[in-house]
């Protein structure tokens, strides 16, 4: 089994603040996947990361791909309310999640 | 392109008695994936449906069983409710092609409560 190992679980900060989330596996990955879920939704589908070391930018959101196709890493810029919510990973191929990150922004 | 859509949004049942869940995915998708998810667990797959076919499996018991028709909408059944099967159900459409990324696109959930 591929185990994604995300981290921090929780992470509560302030609108304006920067912040990065992680997820790691032993395994390596063809490509990787970051989803957001919103309460009272099902997960939502940001990004697809495909090739060692690529960067994908979505907005305020910087998904890295680690060059070991083994980690990738989410970071925030500028975070606001809107971005509240269940942050998870993906190895593309699979159909496990990591455990998520549950992020809340405040005002 | 309409969604994925699933029925009921929510649902109250009593332990031992039986339900069945069900999930339109979105057009031309023929993978259809089913998660259980909790505060405690996370979010827990339960089977993938491919062609009719059950492709993958998680790790749940016999109680939980799934099946796919022609049109590619799924149901899922669980008999003999626990308490502990409380839980948002999600299903999740997919092309389900090999070789590319499984992109998955989720409905809302059922939200399953057992009293």
């Known amino acids: 089994t591929q185990l994604l190992e995300q981290s921090p679980q929780f992470l509560s900060i302030q609108e304006g603040e920067n912040l990065t989330v992680y997820c790691n596996s032993s395994s390596v990955f063809s490509s990787l996947q970051w989803y957001r879920q919103e309460p009272g939704e099902g997960p939502v589908l940001l990004v697809t990361v495909v090739t060692g070391g690529e960067v994908k930018k979505l907005k305020r959101l910087t998904f890295q791909f680690g060059d070991a196709r083994k980690d990738s890493s989410l970071h925030i810029t500028a975070a606001q309310p809107g971005d509240t919510g269940l942050y998870l990973c993906k190895g593309a191929q699979k159909l496990v999640f990591g455990q998520g990150t549950r992020l809340t922004i405040n005002p | ?115």
């Open chain 2, 1 to 115: 392109k309409a969604g994925v859509t699933q029925t009921p949004r929510y649902l109250i049942k009593t332990r031992g008695q039986q339900v069945t869940l069900s999930c339109s995915p979105i057009s031309g998708h023929r993978s259809v994936s089913w998660y259980q998810q909790t505060p405690g667990q996370g979010l827990q797959f339960l089977f993938e449906y491919f062609s009719e076919t059950q492709r993958n499996k998680g790790n749940f018991p016999g109680r939980f069983s799934g099946r796919q028709f022609s049109n590619s909408r799924s149901e899922m059944n669980v008999s003999t409710l626990e308490l502990g099967d409380s839980a948002l159900y999600l299903c999740a459409s997919s092309a389900g092609l090999a070789g590319f990324p499984y992109e998955q696109y989720f409905g809302p959930g059922t939200r399953l409560t057992v009293t």
